[in-house]
């Protein structure tokens, strides 16, 4: 038995000698060429579909450039911001990552991005606003590769079963119609006031339709608990009192399967994109949904952002680094990512055709997109908030309560930083 | 002709013997110890170390900090986030510590008596204990969700269901408690299940033939004599409390309303979202405190239980 297991450990340390040695040995056969990380997510929603493009991808760069090693790792969506910050404090991080702005303005502010201007040969083909979100202090930190919308999807079946004729737009006939709907057991809309939903497809586009804002324009404090802030809390408390949220409002997630959507027990959402459109399709059949514009409170918006490339201060070769930025951000890549993933570009040259009722709807909504508010301390002001927002739907606090309890502890911590 | 020696230079030869053979199974003891306590400073002392530097700094993802001495705890004593954290562990440690032991108790004094079939369910019962606590989580997440398995079985006998995980905070970390004490109890049943063991029969015997019933045998009897062993169990339960993370993480994400926001999900939020590492080192170290006063206070009760 001690022989068999001094055997084991012996074979066990020769194997891992090996294995460093074969290493090594790949290392030096490659003649110095550069070895780049990129880490990236579901932005193509289909596994398989998704595998397939960036394999696609990396075989085609590296044919391109022979010098550099690209390796793109997969990897899913949930706690993408802390296995993100661990691996770059470990050294052990990608080269460039995927990030969107509020989330790149959190790596810039601790220190985790390079910028990344280099890999942009001419600006003025980049839509302002795509360019402005990953842009921090005056220079760029985030290269746009592809532009998210989201508009709102209707199940028509439902507001027929409750005598709705004309779908509502606007928060006044949102109101109206949830008694009506309320009455079949359905609610009018879904929302979700889970911890990991992000409040830029939950609270803050009904913060902006309310024309309010989260930050203050200089981004140095918060401007949430404006009357806009509580008129927006507010509405989602008169739309609950009516019947008009899933019961469980507070702590559901988005998931459209197996969510009141999903199941045909909320009516509509107003912050679906197209993957999250095709499931409802697929849950409830297309011809019962229908994809409207963003709706309006005191004005029209919603949330549609810049999916950003970001430099990790870990990164060792630059040039490297920003080639395949270049590639990724290429109007042809861009064109690719649209037919892959429904994506749209975001810069004016690449080409895109549009053949879909959905698909146009959310093309239009980006011109009341709002990009996120990348702010300093913006993911910690959005904790706090969607904490005090769940105190609320929980009958906890009122509106004005929820929002003033939130602002105070937002500003202790944006003093902080 | 005969030699003789003398007892005493016997004794001394005995004596030096038996030094030797002191030394060479220290040396032993040593040999097998070392490997544990080399990995043991590598990977617990040295990085606690850090930590305790690292919460005197501002250290930032990029490996830039300076130093801010006592900022981050003089901060952690006035930040109501921390506190409520703080407040919830203890709620959290005072439901669960309870009941992790009262179940134990009685599955281990259950077990004791059993006379067929003792090790299948002491294998049965142990089960839990070596399963994952996220995967317990998920199963719990299911059995307890708003449209879960008890809530469909109560609606369907036309009870209004129960918010398991999204009521208040005492509903909520009832909850928790009972899906960490499920996944948990294994462990300290088998401890008190040992210590059963040893009380010795005869004294059961006695108490009952003079007269003493099954209730008066346990508190009079069992427990005095299995007070160390219970006082061991509080203080790991009480450990494990503070220390609650993946049921919570996988169940209510810290939530609804930081309902069940406990200290070392403050730590993770800080560390790993907010990535003010220096903050979090700061909780670390005081997490470790209040374990480190804890297990101060069980050890004074432990020596005078013993003497």
């Not at chain 1, 008169?238 to 909320?266: I, N, S, Y």
């Not at chain 1, 709706?295 to 999916?307: C, D, E, K, R």
């Not at chain 2, 003789?4 to 004596?15: I, Y």
């Not at chain 2, 339960?237 to 169940?251: G, L, N, S």
């Given at each position: 038995?001690?022989?068999?297991?001094?055997?084991?450990?012996?074979?066990?340390?020769?194997?891992?000698?090996?294995?460093?040695?074969?290493?090594?040995?790949?290392?030096?056969?490659?003649g110095?060429?550069?070895?780049?990380?990129?880490?990236?997510?579901?932005?193509?929603?289909?596994?398989?579909?998704?595998?397939?493009?960036?394999?696609?991808?990396?075989?085609d760069?590296?044919?391109?450039?022979?010098?550099?090693?690209?390796?793109?790792?997969?990897?899913?969506?949930?706690?993408?911001?802390?296995?993100?910050?661990?691996?770059?404090?470990?050294g052990?991080?990608?080269?460039?990552?995927?990030?969107?702005?509020?989330?790149?303005?959190?790596?810039?502010?601790?220190?985790?991005?390079?910028?990344?201007?280099g890999?942009?040969?001419?600006p003025?083909?980049?839509?302002e606003?795509?360019?402005?979100?990953?842009t921090?202090?005056?220079?760029?930190?985030?290269?746009?590769?592809?532009?998210?919308?989201?508009?709102?999807?209707?199940?028509?079946?439902?507001?027929?079963?409750?005598?709705?004729?004309?779908?509502?737009?606007?928060?006044?006939?949102i109101?109206?119609?949830?008694?009506?709907?309320?009455?079949?057991?359905?609610?009018?809309?879904?929302?979700?006031?889970?911890?990991?939903?992000?409040l830029?497809?939950?609270?803050?586009?009904?913060?902006?339709?309310?024309?309010?804002?989260?930050?203050?324009?200089?981004?140095?404090?918060?401007?949430?608990?404006?009357?806009?802030?509580?008129?927006?809390?507010?509405?989602?408390?008169?739309?609950?009192?009516?019947?008009?949220?899933?019961?469980?409002?507070?702590?559901?997630?988005?998931?459209?399967?197996?969510?009141?959507?999903?199941?045909?027990?909320?009516?509509?959402?107003?912050?679906?994109?197209?993957?999250?459109?095709?499931?409802?399709?697929?849950?409830?059949?297309?011809?019962?949904?229908?994809?409207?514009?963003?709706?309006?409170?005191?004005?029209?918006a919603?949330?549609?952002?810049?999916?950003?490339?970001?430099?990790?201060?870990?990164?060792?070769?630059?040039?490297?680094?920003?080639?395949?930025?270049?590639?990724?951000?290429?109007?042809?890549?861009?064109?690719?990512?649209?037919?892959?993933?429904?994506?749209?570009?975001?810069?004016?040259?690449?080409?895109?055709?549009?053949?879909?009722?959905?698909?146009?709807?959310?093309?239009?909504?980006?011109?009341?997109?709002?990009?996120?508010?990348?702010?300093?301390?913006?993911?910690?002001?959005?904790?706090?908030?969607?904490?005090?927002?769940?105190?609320?739907?929980?009958?906890?606090?009122?509106?004005?309560?929820?929002?003033?309890?939130?602002?105070?502890?937002?500003?202790?911590?944006?003093?902080?930083? | 002709?005969?030699?003789?020696?003398?007892?005493?230079?016997?004794?001394?030869?005995?004596?030096?013997?038996?030094?030797?053979?002191?030394?060479?199974?220290?040396?032993?003891?040593?040999?097998?110890?070392?490997?544990?306590l080399?990995?043991?400073?590598?990977?617990?002392?040295?990085?606690?170390?850090?930590?305790?530097?690292?919460?005197?700094?501002?250290?930032?993802?990029?490996?830039?900090?300076?130093?801010?001495?006592?900022?981050?705890?003089?901060?952690?004593?006035?930040?109501?986030?921390?506190?409520?954290?703080?407040?919830?562990?203890?709620?959290?440690a005072?439901?669960?510590?309870?009941?992790?032991?009262?179940?134990?108790?009685?599955?281990?004094?259950?077990?004791?008596?059993?006379?067929?079939?003792?090790?299948?369910?002491?294998?049965?019962?142990?089960?839990?204990?070596?399963?994952?606590?996220?995967?317990?989580?998920?199963?719990?997440?299911?059995?307890?969700?708003?449209?879960?398995?008890?809530?469909?079985?109560?609606?369907?006998?036309?009870?209004?269901p129960?918010?398991?995980?999204?009521?208040?905070?005492?509903?909520?970390?009832?909850?928790?408690?009972?899906?960490?004490?499920?996944?948990?109890?294994?462990?300290?049943?088998?401890?008190?299940?040992?210590?059963?063991?040893?009380?010795?029969?005869?004294?059961?015997?006695?108490?009952?033939?003079?007269?003493?019933?099954?209730?008066?045998?346990?508190?009079?009897?069992?427990?005095?004599?299995l007070?160390?062993?219970?006082?061991?169990?509080?203080?790991?339960?009480?450990?494990?409390?503070?220390?609650?993370?993946?049921?919570?993480?996988?169940?209510?994400?810290?939530?609804?309303?930081?309902?069940?926001?406990?200290?070392?999900?403050?730590?993770?939020?800080?560390?790993?979202?907010?990535?003010?590492?220096?903050?979090?080192?700061?909780?670390?170290?005081?997490?470790?405190?209040?374990?480190?006063?804890?297990?101060?206070?069980?050890?004074?009760?432990?020596?005078?239980?013993?003497?």
């Amino acid at each position: 038995m001690r022989t068999r297991t001094t055997a084991t450990i012996a074979v066990g340390a020769a194997a891992a000698l090996a294995l460093t040695a074969c290493s090594s040995g790949d290392d030096s056969a490659e003649g110095g060429s550069s070895e780049i990380t990129l880490w990236m997510y579901p932005v193509i929603a289909d596994e398989d579909a998704s595998r397939d493009y960036w394999e696609a991808f990396e075989t085609d760069f590296e044919a391109e450039h022979s010098d550099i090693d690209l390796s793109i790792e997969l990897l899913p969506w949930a706690d993408r911001e802390e296995k993100i910050g661990t691996a770059i404090a470990a050294g052990t991080g990608p080269d460039l990552v995927l990030l969107v702005p509020d989330l790149a303005r959190n790596f810039y502010d601790t220190g985790g991005l390079k910028p990344i201007d280099g890999a942009i040969d001419d600006p003025g083909v980049y839509f302002e606003g795509a360019l402005a979100g990953g842009t921090f202090d005056g220079e760029i930190y985030g290269l746009p590769i592809y532009q998210t919308a989201n508009a709102t999807a209707y199940n028509t079946a439902l507001f027929e079963d409750a005598g709705i004729t004309e779908l509502p737009q606007t928060w006044d006939e949102i109101l109206d119609a949830a008694p009506a709907l309320a009455e079949n057991g359905v609610s009018v809309l879904d929302y979700s006031g889970s911890a990991e939903t992000t409040l830029n497809i939950s609270f803050y586009p009904l913060l902006w339709q309310a024309g309010g804002s989260v930050f203050t324009e200089d981004g140095s404090d918060i401007a949430f608990d404006g009357p806009e802030g509580v008129e927006a809390l507010q509405f989602l408390l008169d739309l609950q009192e009516a019947g008009g949220l899933p019961a469980d409002a507070a702590t559901k997630t988005t998931a459209v399967e197996g969510g009141p959507l999903g199941l045909g027990t909320a009516a509509m959402s107003y912050g679906m994109s197209g993957a999250t459109i095709d499931q409802l399709e697929a849950a409830v059949g297309e011809e019962n949904v229908t994809v409207g514009a963003p709706l309006t409170g005191a004005v029209q918006a919603s949330f549609g952002t810049p999916g950003i490339i970001g430099l990790t201060t870990i990164n060792e070769d630059e040039e490297a680094a920003l080639e395949v930025a270049r590639a990724l951000a290429a109007p042809e890549a861009q064109s690719a990512m649209f037919e892959a993933a429904g994506w749209f570009p975001s810069r004016e040259d690449a080409e895109i055709t549009i053949d879909d009722d959905a698909t146009q709807a959310l093309f239009d909504s980006l011109a009341v997109s709002n990009p996120g508010e990348a702010a300093p301390g913006a993911r910690q002001v959005m904790s706090i908030l969607a904490t005090h927002i769940q105190s609320a739907l929980q009958g906890q606090a009122t509106a004005e309560e929820a929002i003033a309890d939130a602002a105070a502890e937002a500003r202790d911590a944006i003093s902080r930083l | 002709m005969t030699s003789t020696t003398p007892v005493s230079a016997l004794g001394r030869q005995k004596r030096r013997g038996s030094t030797t053979a002191a030394r060479s199974g220290m040396w032993a003891g040593i040999l097998f110890v070392l490997p544990m306590l080399v990995l043991f400073v590598i990977f617990r002392f040295v990085p606690s170390l850090g930590a305790i530097g690292m919460s005197l700094t501002d250290y930032k993802l990029s490996g830039d900090y300076s130093v801010v001495w006592f900022d981050n705890y003089t901060r952690m004593l006035a930040d109501d986030v921390f506190l409520g954290a703080l407040t919830t562990t203890l709620v959290y440690a005072a439901i669960y510590v309870p009941l992790v032991v009262v179940v134990s108790m009685v599955t281990a004094l259950v077990l004791n008596r059993l006379v067929w079939g003792t090790g299948f369910f002491r294998g049965a019962l142990f089960l839990p204990y070596v399963t994952s606590f996220v995967l317990a989580a998920v199963i719990w997440l299911w059995i307890f969700a708003s449209d879960g398995l008890v809530n469909g079985l109560l609606t369907e006998a036309g009870v209004d269901p129960y918010p398991f995980l999204t009521g208040n905070q005492a509903q909520v970390l009832t909850s928790l408690a009972v899906v960490s004490a499920w996944r948990g109890f294994g462990y300290s049943m088998l401890i008190l299940l040992a210590g059963l063991k040893n009380i010795p029969e005869d004294l059961l015997e006695s108490a009952t033939l003079d007269g003493a019933n099954a209730t008066q045998r346990f508190f009079r009897i069992v427990l005095p004599l299995l007070r160390p062993v219970v006082f061991f169990v509080l203080v790991i339960e009480t450990i494990a409390a503070f220390q609650v993370f993946d049921t919570i993480y996988v169940m209510t994400g810290g939530g609804p309303s930081r309902a069940s926001y406990s200290l070392v999900y403050a730590l993770y939020d800080q560390g790993f979202k907010f990535f003010d590492f220096g903050y979090a080192a700061a909780i670390g170290v005081a997490i470790f405190l209040l374990v480190f006063v804890i297990s101060l206070i069980q050890r004074r009760f432990l020596d005078r239980s013993n003497t």
